[in-house]
């Protein structure tokens, strides 16, 4: 073989390994390119109906927050003092006793029972 010919072979058979090299390249790309969208679709449809779960207890929440917001304003009024009294003047017809009576138990045996 001629040394032209052997230069051509060479040539030849590096430029076929850059193309195959590059292809090779090229494929692994568009095959991990396929593979990650494989796998974000795959996740987005796990997800998305669990986001929307999450958002609709969010709203439970909000409401259930707003409800016992509502009804802890509701038992401070009816436990305050003047709502106590109101109710006992005005429904139950429950008045205080104008004079008041102590009595004294002299008997010291006696105990409280808790």
Known sequence: MS???KRK???SMQGSSETTTSSIIIRLFLLTLFVFLGVQIAINAILSPMGIQLEAYN???TRL???NRALEQTLANMGSIK???HLSEKKLS????Q???IVYITDTTLRAER
Not at 94 to 97: D, E, F, I, R, T
């Open 94 to 97: 429950l008045k205080q006793a």
């Open 59 to 61: 709203v439970e929440k």
């Open 83 to 85: 709502a106590l009294n």
């Open 9 to 11: 072979l060479r040539q």
């Open 99 to 101: 004079t008041k009576q």
């Open 65 to 67: 927050l707003e409800e």
């Open 3 to 5: 040394e032209a010919t």
